[in-house]
Every structure is written in structure tokens, then in C-alpha cells.
């Protein structure tokens, strides 16, 4: 089951009264998901931030990365970070770009059926894990799998914007306000 949280511990900001480009990106975010959901809302205490957060994931949405490895990089950290929203967020979305929902559990411990995108799984699970200290050989290996040193830097920045919002959203503890999905508990640090 997901992590369910009933009070959060950093309020997120009234919508309502966010002016500016924090406005915008609220409106925005609106516009997209049908909701002025929580990790938006949180992120708009700090205005800069979530200009550069979202910033950052519209620059790599159009990186050379597919949007399928993108999610399953994203479900995959957020499985490693305990972080439940994430997985939340990320499981619907690696469902929309065509993994199945009963394949979500394995996505979250690492796991993808297709070498390929595990490869770039692996190499992103790897760098999240050695804090980028990784090794020629998973250097070696996942260019083997085919991926360009530009994708490789994606697959990093990846990780980086993934495990920020993970940190985020841990600390933050916001209410998961997306529809369930069949997910394992998160695991949170003790």
C-alpha cells in the first residue's frame, strides 16, 4: 500500500495566493494534472524553487531519454528513497508510457523487463547509490547498452531531479493526493 500521510509536516502554500511565476507554474501544473496538486503546492513556499524544479524537468522532457525510461528511472529511485508520493506520481505516470500496473512492484525494487531500459535503471540506481562515484564498469555497461554520453547525462540529471523531489517530499510529508495504486509501503528511514 502507498504511504499515507494525513498532516504534513511543511504546509503546502494556498494556490489562491501565489502571484507571479509561481502562479504560472501553478496554473499550469492545474491545467495538466486537473488538480493543484500537493508537490506543486508545497514548492510553491519557495517560489525559485519550483521554477527550477519544473525548469528542469520541461529541459529534459526534451532530452533524447524516452518518456517510458524516464518514468521507470523516476519509479525506480523513488523506490530506493522510500519516497511514496513519488512512486505514486511516477507509477501512474510509467503506466501512461505502457508498464503495466502489476509491474510497478518490481519497477520499485529496480527491476524492468527489458535490458535495454534496464541498463539505464541500473547505471541511474548505481549513481544514486555511490553518490556518482561509479565505476568504469558501469560507465562501460551502460554504454554497451547502447546510450550516448549526452543520454548518460540525462540519466544523471534524472536522478538528481528525482532524488530532490524525493527529499522533498520526504521531509515535507505531503497527503497523497493521487488515486491509489497496488504499490509496496514505502520504507522510511529510521
Same mark, same amino acid.
Given at each position: 500500500?502507498?504511504?499515507?500521510?494525513? $498532516?504534513?509536516? $511543511?504546509?503546502?502554500?494556498?494556490?489562491?495566493?501565489?502571484?507571479?511565476?509561481?502562479?504560472?507554474? =501553478?496554473?499550469?501544473?492545474?491545467? *495538466?494534472?486537473?488538480?493543484?496538486?500537493?508537490?506543486? @503546492?508545497?514548492?510553491?513556499?519557495?517560489?525559485?524553487?519550483?521554477?527550477?524544479?519544473?525548469?528542469?524537468?520541461?529541459?529534459?522532457?526534451?532530452?533524447?531519454?524516452?518518456? *517510458? $525510461?524516464?518514468?521507470?528511472?523516476?519509479?525506480?529511485?523513488?523506490?530506493?528513497?522510500?519516497?511514496?508520493?513519488?512512486?505514486?506520481? /511516477?507509477? /501512474?505516470?510509467?503506466?501512461?508510457?505502457?508498464?503495466?500496473?502489476?509491474?510497478?512492484?518490481?519497477?520499485?525494487?529496480?527491476?524492468?523487463?527489458?535490458?535495454?531500459?534496464? #541498463?539505464?535503471?541500473?547505471?541511474? =540506481?548505481?549513481?544514486?547509490? @555511490?553518490?556518482?562515484?561509479?565505476? #568504469?564498469?558501469? =560507465?562501460?555497461?551502460?554504454?554497451?547498452?547502447?546510450?550516448?554520453?549526452?543520454?548518460?547525462?540525462?540519466? $544523471?540529471? /534524472?536522478?538528481?531531479?528525482?532524488?530532490?523531489?524525493?527529499?522533498?517530499?520526504?521531509?515535507?510529508?505531503?497527503?497523497?493526493?493521487?488515486?491509489?495504486?497496488?504499490?509496496?509501503?514505502?520504507? *522510511?528511514?529510521?
Amino acid at each position: 500500500m502507498n504511504q499515507v500521510s494525513t $498532516i504534513p509536516r $511543511i504546509e503546502p502554500s494556498n494556490p489562491d495566493e501565489a502571484t507571479g511565476k509561481a502562479r504560472e507554474i =501553478l496554473d499550469q501544473s492545474k491545467a *495538466k494534472f486537473g488538480a493543484h496538486l500537493n508537490f506543486f @503546492t508545497t514548492l510553491a513556499n519557495a517560489p525559485a524553487v519550483l521554477d527550477g524544479y519544473t525548469g528542469l524537468s520541461q529541459a529534459l522532457s526534451e532530452g533524447g531519454l524516452s518518456p *517510458k $525510461i524516464r518514468e521507470e528511472i523516476a519509479v525506480s529511485v523513488s523506490g530506493r528513497n522510500a519516497c511514496g508520493y513519488c512512486q505514486t506520481a /511516477h507509477g /501512474h505516470a510509467a503506466r501512461a508510457q505502457g508498464v503495466p500496473t502489476a509491474e510497478l512492484p518490481d519497477l520499485i525494487a529496480g527491476q524492468v523487463s527489458d535490458a535495454n531500459e534496464q #541498463a539505464a535503471v541500473t547505471f541511474a =540506481l548505481q549513481v544514486l547509490e @555511490t553518490r556518482g562515484q561509479v565505476s #568504469a564498469e558501469d =560507465l562501460a555497461a551502460v554504454r554497451a547498452a547502447g546510450y550516448s554520453d549526452g543520454e548518460i547525462l540525462e540519466i $544523471i540529471a /534524472h536522478v538528481a531531479m528525482t532524488f530532490f523531489s524525493n527529499a522533498l517530499n520526504n521531509v515535507s510529508d505531503p497527503v497523497i493526493d493521487l488515486p491509489a495504486l497496488p504499490l509496496p509501503a514505502a520504507k *522510511k528511514a529510521a
